[in-house]
């Protein structure tokens, strides 16, 4: 469930307060209230208009058990779909106005973007991405089945040759290197990893 600020309220209190003030945002476009109120309110007035935008029957009976007001819904599915066609999001602003006399509360306005007389001018909506058309069942089946291009065998195989060689390179070296001490007797000695001192094998 989604989880709001406690204003100070219940839970059947605040969700009350909540649809008038988003009823009355929308009825009125601009109103004043605090900023902690202001930020709540934002987020479901867009979730409203969201709504509207669809356009369907079960969108419109959601939007129908949250607002008060067939006014308020008429609007929302008719003047405020249509004004932002465009947009993705982002429908409402808040704005800091002054601090209320008596308990010092931050107010603010929150108002709708795009519309008559608001408070400050709105940046244009962001293109929209081209709709892709939508691809036939069968052919995203086909494309889902593709496997990965076959291995180059001759590359595989001169991958693995050259490992071999690598590896037989090393194996003489080592064995040239160990013949080599034979000789010279250093067979007599070896050298501690922990502590790198020589100890000899006779004592």
Avoid: C
């Avoid at 989604?2 to 204003?7: E, I």
């Avoid at 007389?117 to 081209?130: A, C, I």
């Avoid at 069942?137 to 490992?163: G, H, I, N, V, Y």
Wanted: proline content about 6%; overall charge positive; cysteine-free.
């Amino acid at each position: 469930m989604t989880k709001f600020r406690k204003l100070g309220r219940t839970a059947a209190h605040r969700m009350s307060m909540f649809r008038t003030m988003v009823s009355q945002l929308v009825k009125h476009e601009r109103i004043e209230t605090t900023v902690a109120k202001a930020k709540e309110i934002r987020r479901l007035a867009d979730q409203m208009v969201t709504l509207g935008k669809e356009g369907t029957l079960a969108a419109s009976r959601r939007a129908a058990a949250f607002v008060r007001g067939d006014d308020v819904l008429h609007k929302l599915f008719t003047e405020l779909a249509y004004r932002y066609k465009d947009r993705l999001g982002g429908y409402t602003r808040v704005l800091r106005t002054r601090i209320r006399v008596g308990d010092a509360a931050p107010m603010a306005y929150i108002e709708f973007i795009d519309r008559e007389n608001e408070l400050r001018e709105s940046k244009p909506p962001n293109p929209q991405p081209p709709e892709r058309p939508p691809l036939d069942p069968w052919a995203k089946s086909a494309l889902k089945r593709q496997w990965a291009p076959p291995k180059d065998e001759s590359e595989s195989t001169s991958k693995l040759l050259d490992s071999h060689k690598m590896k037989a390179i090393i194996s003489r070296g080592i064995m040239e290197v160990s013949y080599k001490r034979f000789e010279r007797g250093d067979w007599r000695q070896r050298i501690a990893p922990a502590n790198g001192r020589v100890e000899s094998l006779e004592s």
